[in-house]
T-cell receptor
């Protein structure tokens, strides 16, 4: 069975500052994908960033980047220049190659302080 | 392209009733997955459909069922509702079956069981 662990239930950051959300995972598969999804108060789940396990290069999407440590099974999300619109629940998720099932962590609630 | 749509957005039922939720995937997407989100259990995978066939199923009782139509639209049904079935039900679609691909989520259906 695969698991995803987010050990930070809540985080806060000053607007314009940088924050890092942590995620660790466990899977017996060698081919898998990792995702960060954002769920604002509207409850719409929005993809933030995705990382393929076979890629050594860390994924980046504008102000969002990941630190993917495959050996340590760690997948953290860094948000630079935090904006008020970044306030949301952030979920780390894992899917194995060939399987559409996403396994989610418990989420980290991010608050942006103006 | 229109996103994933779910109907209805809100639903109130009483114990013992049954309910049907609908999901229309992004045009061209052939795989549809369903998730249940509750404060206590978090996000849990229900099942995934591709080409009208259930390919993967989570650990839910048989009261939870689904189907997919030839146009990729999907429905999920919950029979003999229990209070614990109160949750946000999220549908997600993706283009390719078997990955690698990203699931895009709909806005969810909020089910309340009284």
């Amino acid at each position: 069975a695969q698991t995803v662990t987010q050990s930070q239930p809540e985080m806060s950051v000053q607007e314009a500052e940088t924050v890092t959300l942590s995620c660790t995972y466990d899977t017996s598969e060698s081919d898998y994908y990792l995702f960060w999804y954002k769920q604002p108060p509207s409850r719409q789940m929005i993809l933030v960033i995705r990382q393929e396990a076979y890629k050594q290069q860390n994924a980046t999407e504008n102000r969002f980047s990941v630190n993917f440590q495959k050996a340590a099974k760690s997948f953290s999300l860094k948000i630079s220049d935090s904006q008020l619109g970044d306030a949301a629940m952030y979920f780390c998720a894992l899917s194995n190659f060939g399987n559409e099932k996403l396994t989610f962590g418990t989420g980290t609630r991010l608050t942006i302080i103006p | 392209k229109a996103g994933v749509t779910q109907t209805p957005r809100y639903l109130i039922k009483t114990r013992g009733q049954q309910v049907t939720l609908s999901c229309s995937p992004i045009s061209g997407h052939r795989s549809v997955s369903w998730y249940q989100q509750t404060p206590g259990q978090g996000l849990q995978f229900l099942f995934e459909y591709f080409s009208e066939t259930q390919r993967n199923k989570g650990n839910f009782p048989g009261r939870f069922s689904g189907r997919q139509f030839s146009n990729s639209r999907s429905e999920m049904n919950v029979s003999t509702l229990e209070l614990g079935d109160s949750a946000l039900y999220l549908c997600a679609s993706n283009l390719l079956a078997g990955g690698p691909d990203t699931q895009y989520f709909g806005p969810g259906t909020r089910l309340t069981v009284l």
